[in-house]
């Protein structure tokens, strides 16, 4: 048995298909993958990302310990609320993880990161600290628990289930937070999120995790499960770790070089390794033209020598399949290139990675 979040009976109560993903109890479905990708499309969903972990990093040497420790840069932070996605590099430039930075005043920070790297990242954070000898505090936040409501509909729903909630949100915009106190205790409400949709993330104290949860569900907002955000992120051109990057890989030839900040006199972790980097691959899209499904680890065969497909699945939003593949950068969007599947080699055009933004579908 794994480990679960608080709200793991309730998806048995609703009779979900519990699956592992990485260490933790999941619900992969509550029924049809299918039917659950359209809600979030077209109306509104609700995921329980309590496995992912929320970590106060705090002191009077915050800002200046974040900005050696992320290759993105927490100076351009000055909002109460506004957060920042960024990857946290090893020196040889491999990524340690991808995660969002929400910055609250320069020396009180809070940063998401993934289920699967938890532990390694809050050894890593520890041990670059003491490195730098940062005056910093850095807290793991296991008292918390995250419901990321996304759709169209999603945040009027929301302010539905959560009286107070809209005046506290409403002005927000995209990638800024605020923190509420209501009848639930404290919540940050996150308009940020996974799907290419609107909607927000709620950090939520756990103990009042499975009220918040009815609350939405009373209000609309269906509960979806981890296949749907797979597609959905998918088709919105978001990375997942440990597919698309991992500490083999470095943000340049992970379709991430946006995150980076090589601001001039800026020293940040893996820095001098990107830097050096021949930029001889890149992460693009592809749209299989032929019939068949992508899946991650294909071969793909281009004029200018071969690459891998990184992440692929059926897109129930365009009725194809698609995929990230990691290809040589002299391949140019709207290129054919051929994907081995299952010994045969089919047409696939590259495109842009995000395929699906906000109900449209881009590629």
Same mark, same amino acid.
């Given at each position: 048995?794994g480990?679960?979040t608080p709200?793991?009976?309730?998806h ?6 519990i699956?592992d ?20 499309r ?7 990302v ?5 970590v ?9 310990y974040?900005?050696?420790?992320l290759?993105?840069?927490v ?6 609320g ?5 990857c946290?590099?090893?020196e ?10 929400y910055f ?6 809070r ?6 790297t938890?532990?390694?990242?809050i050894a ?14 850095i ?15 999603a945040?009027t729903?929301a ?9 506290a949100s409403?002005?927000?915009k ?5 923190k509420w ?9 996150c308009r940020?999120g996974y799907? *290419?949709e609107?909607g927000?993330?709620?950090?939520? /104290?756990?103990a009042h =995790?499975?009220e918040?949860?009815?609350a939405?569900? $009373? !209000? ?9 955000r ?10 997942l770790?440990?597919s698309?990057?991992?500490?083999t890989?470095n943000?340049?030839e ?8 090589l ?11 990107l ?24 071969r793909v065969?281009t004029?200018?020598?071969? *690459?891998?497909t ?5 897109? /129930?939003s365009?009725? =194809? ?7 040589? $950068? !002299? ?10 599947i ?7 055009r590259?495109?842009k990675?995000?395929?699906v ?7």
């Open positions: 048995m480990k679960q709200l793991f009976d309730l048995v109560a609703a009779g979900a298909k699956v993903f990485a260490g933790w109890d999941m619900p992969i479905h509550y029924g049809s993958q299918l039917e659950e990708h359209h809600q979030v077209r109306d509104a969903g609700m995921f329980d309590s496995h992912m972990l929320p106060d990093v705090s002191g009077a040497g915050a800002q200046a974040l900005t050696k420790l290759a993105n840069n100076g351009k932070l000055t909002l109460p506004k957060a920042l996605y960024s946290m590099l090893q040889d430039g491999g990524v340690v993880d991808d995660l969002i930075t609250f005043a320069p020396d009180d920070y940063i998401v990161v993934n289920a699967g938890a532990d390694k990242d890593w954070m520890r041990t670059q600290a003491a490195k730098m000898g940062a005056n910093v505090t807290e793991s936040r296991r008292d918390l628990a995250m419901i990321a409501v996304q759709g169209p509909n945040r729903k302010w539905a289930a959560l009286p107070g909630s809209q005046a409403e002005d927000l995209p990638f800024q937070a605020a106190s209501g009848a639930f205790g404290e919540i940050m409400v940020t799907t *290419g609107d927000f993330e709620l950090i939520v /104290p756990a =995790a499975a918040i949860w009815k939405l569900e $009373a !209000a609309g907002v269906k509960p979806i499960g981890l296949g749907a797979d597609t959905l992120r998918l088709e919105a051109g978001m990375n770790y440990g698309d990057m991992d500490e890989k943000p340049l992970s379709g991430l070089a946006w995150t980076v900040d601001t001039e006199g800026r020293d940040f972790i893996g820095r001098a390794a830097e050096a980097y021949d930029k001889s691959r890149q992460l693009v899209g592809l749209l299989l033209e032929d019939r068949g499904v992508l899946r991650g680890h294909m065969v004029p200018h020598g071969e *690459g891998e990184t992440s692929g699945s059926f897109a /129930p365009m009725n =194809a399949s698609i995929a990230f593949a990691r290809v040589p $950068a !002299a391949v140019q969007l709207g290129d054919t290139v051929e994907v081995d299952r010994g045969k080699l089919l047409k696939a590259v495109t990675l995000s395929f933004r906000n109900g449209k579908v881009l590629a």
